[in-house]
């Protein structure tokens, strides 16, 4: 019923830039909150970045001042610009959205992944 494609993921060097899309269909994302995730192999999975209903965000204290969400919602589009990436930023990066904007890492819908590589 919701599709969410995440794309814009690469590989970079230390210090580098990259903006994460979220193409969302079925729905207007402005009804949702919507967020970013991420794991790296052996890791717990983690949040990284969320912007509700009314256009508050939120961020991990490890990406704030480096990580931007934002959404354009005549595209249903989620975004998360990157800057100043490090090599513990490196893992698969998923797009979540949730009608009820719900707390911890219970989404109802889930993209599936866009892999983000930081070398050093």
């Known amino acids: 019923q919701v599709q969410l494609v995440e794309s814009g993921g690469g590989s970079v060097q230390a210090g580098g830039s990259l903006r994460l899309s979220c193409a969302a269909s079925?729905?207007?994302?402005?009804?949702?909150?919507m967020g970013w995730f991420r794991q790296a192999p052996g890791k717990e999975r983690e949040g990284v970045a969320d912007?509700?209903?009314?256009?508050?965000?939120s961020y991990a204290d490890s990406v704030r001042g480096r990580f931007t969400i934002s959404q354009d919602t005549a595209k249903r589009t989620l975004y998360l610009q990157m800057i100043s990436l490090r090599p513990e930023d490196t893992a698969m990066y998923y797009c979540?959205?949730?009608?009820?904007?719900?707390?911890?890492?219970?989404?109802?819908?889930w993209g599936q992944g866009t892999q983000v590589t930081v070398s050093s």
């Open positions: 979540a959205a949730d009608p009820w904007c719900r707390r911890g890492g219970y989404r109802a819908y």
């Open positions: 079925g729905y207007s994302i402005s009804r949702y909150c």
């Open positions: 912007i509700d209903t009314v256009g508050s965000t």
